[in-house]
Structures are given as C-alpha cells and as structure tokens.
C-alpha cells in the first residue's frame, strides 16, 4: 500500500468515533460513523483509491480540478467521489475531502446521535471547516 494509503487510513481512524468495517471482505476498508458509511479505502486495478461523499456540486467541481478525483466507483456518482491516492493531490486537499465526508454523514445521523457526539468531541472535532 502507498504511504498516501496508510496517512488517509490513520486520518479515517482518529476521526471521533469511527468504526472500521469490512461488508464486501478483506479487501474494502469501509469507516462508518453510527453504521453508516462516511468512507471506502481499497486497492483496485494497481492504485489505492478512497470513496467519499461530497455535495453533489463540489463533487463536479472536484472532478473538473483534480485528475485524481472521479466519479465515485460502484457508488451513486452525484453524492460520491472516488479519490486515487497516486500522489497528485495535497494530503491537506485530501483530509478536507475526508472531513467533508464525514461532517455531510454526521449531519445526516438521528439528532440524539449528532447532539451525542458533538457534545462528547465538540462540533470543532466533528465538523472542522466543513461546519
């Protein structure tokens, strides 16, 4: 695996209560929040790649600057891209895409789940600059 790899996989797990789980086998890292699914980490076709949600808009605005980011594989293509870690992108660009995820899936979580967690890490912790 690359080093852009193992940094995205250490930056998914220190997110505040992420869960990692392996549904489609050993070889897709799914990190969920509450059971639900802020990020796939897998090796396809010689490059690691990591799925992530994003604003339908930002998603095409991604796909326009970045080479590196596509349209999300085997996801729905208007809410997920799907990043190839080859180098070509700032760890940073890639962290504040990471983020976004995240923050777009807590936002979506039962209110007591997201009052929970904000009041246990802070909205700081959880939403970051996507607040």
């Known amino acids: ?15 505040p209560e992420a ?9 897709a ?6 059971g639900k699914m802020f990020a796939l980490l897998y090796h396809r076709n010689g490059q690691d790649c990591v799925n992530l949600k994003c604003d339908p808009q930002e998603a ?3 796909r326009d600057v970045f080479d590196a980011v596509q349209p999300g594989y085997h996801m729905n293509k208007k809410h997920w891209n799907t990043v ?3 180098g070509s992108l700032p760890q940073g ?3 504040r895409m990471i ?16 009052l929970g967690l904000e009041a246990r890490h802070g909205t700081q912790a959880i939403y970051g600059s996507a607040n």
């Open 60 to 62: 095409i605005e991604l």
């Open 93 to 95: 660009e890639i962290e």
């Open 84 to 86: 190839v870690l080859n």
């Open 1 to 15: 695996m690359s080093q852009g790899y193992e940094t995205s996989k250490t930056y998914l797990l220190n997110k």
């Open 29 to 34: 890292e799914v990190y969920k929040i509450f």
């Open 99 to 114: 983020d976004n995820s995240y923050a777009l899936v807590v936002k979506s979580l039962r209110k007591g789940e997201r």
């Open 19 to 27: 869960q990692l789980d392996y549904p489609f086998g050993p070889e």
